[in-house]
């Protein structure tokens, strides 16, 4: 726990770390109020259906919204960010120095990724809250009736989806964790990342039903899924956005991030880093 939160403080005040959340908050929040601007044009313009951006800025299904471009975002700029900050345990020779401090190389590894952990998940609450306030924002814009966000039933539903958003960021944190510390690189790191996230965008339309199959279950789609978030409705009836049932995906998504910081923290542990 002391590891822990020696790390908070050592990530949480560099520069990096304030500038993705920057750039997350700043994206969000820009494409809600494009939705209001977008809406007041397909009225203008007629023969467009607007539901689809009714759902983005008018409660219930701004929350889903907002959850869904806040976890796209944090999601892929957190895989960046921890690439690169894993990358520095090497690189500075932070991680030589705690081991020869005596630190446990397992609990370093493991304890190191909690601190990132955290503040990712405050990064996603930030942005969630920008979000919804841009909501507001792009309603006003829109000329829509942004609905009651505070009744107390759809507080409970959205609080769960959001503790869900928080393990399924954690989960998928942890590729870009994972491979950073096996290779010791953080262009390593960055270039897996960035190749799985290409692959899993384009690959399923290319591929045979059956790799379409695994790609459900591989850490980009199945965290998605694990959120258990309603998608904009279709013909004016709510969908849901999983592809997998929620709770199974849910369970997956812990079973790949257990599974990743135990390839991390074994790889750190048969390394040589002494010297």
Same mark, same amino acid.
Not at 122 to 137: D, P, Y
Not at 196 to 207: D, N, T
């Given at each position: 726990m002391t590891l822990a939160l020696v790390g908070v403080r050592k990530f949480w005040t560099r520069s990096a770390t304030i500038v993705s959340l920057v750039v997350a908050v700043l994206l969000v929040?820009?494409?809600?109020?494009?939705?209001?601007?977008?809406?007041?044009?397909?009225?203008?313009?007629?023969?467009?259906?607007p539901s689809s951006i009714e759902w983005v800025l008018t409660f219930p299904g701004a929350f889903d919204a907002v959850i869904a471009l806040t976890f796209s975002f944090i999601g892929i700029i957190s895989l960046i960010y921890i690439a690169t900050a894993?990358?520095?345990?090497?690189?500075?020779?932070?991680l030589k120095v705690a081991v020869a401090r005596g630190q446990s190389r397992?609990?370093?590894?493991?304890?190191?990724?909690?601190?990132?952990?955290?503040?990712?998940?405050?990064?996603?609450?930030?942005?969630?809250? @920008?979000?919804?306030?841009?909501?507001?924002?792009?309603?006003?814009?829109?000329?829509?009736?942004?609905?009651?966000?505070?009744?107390?039933?759809?507080?409970?539903?959205?609080?769960?989806?959001?503790?869900?958003?928080?393990? @399924?960021l954690i989960s998928l944190g942890s590729v870009g964790y994972a491979v950073t510390m096996v290779a010791k690189s953080q262009m390593?790191?960055?270039?897996?990342?960035?190749?799985?996230?290409? @692959?899993?965008?384009?690959?399923?339309?290319?591929?045979?039903?059956?790799?379409k199959e695994i790609f459900k279950y591989l850490p980009f789609s199945i965290s998605s899924d694990a959120i258990g978030m309603q998608g904009p409705p279709v013909h004016g009836v709510s969908s849901s956005a999983s592809l997998v049932d929620p709770n199974t995906a849910l369970l997956i998504t812990v079973a790949w991030l257990v599974g990743l910081l135990a390839v991390a923290a074994v790889s750190v542990e048969r390394t040589e880093i002494a010297g």
């Open positions: 929040s820009l494409l809600i109020v494009l939705e209001g601007v977008g809406y007041r044009q397909a009225i203008a313009q007629g023969g467009v259906d894993a990358g520095t345990e090497w690189s500075w020779g932070t397992w609990k370093y590894t493991v304890s190191t990724y909690a601190s990132m952990a955290v503040i990712m998940v405050l990064g996603l609450v930030i942005t969630f809250i @920008a979000g919804v306030i841009a909501v507001f924002l792009g309603a006003s814009i829109a000329g829509l009736q942004v609905g009651n966000p505070f009744d107390a039933a759809l507080l409970g539903r959205i609080s769960l989806e959001l503790i869900r958003c928080a393990v @399924a390593a790191g960055i270039g897996t990342v960035i190749g799985y996230f290409l @692959a899993s965008l384009i690959g399923p339309a290319f591929l045979p039903d059956f790799v």
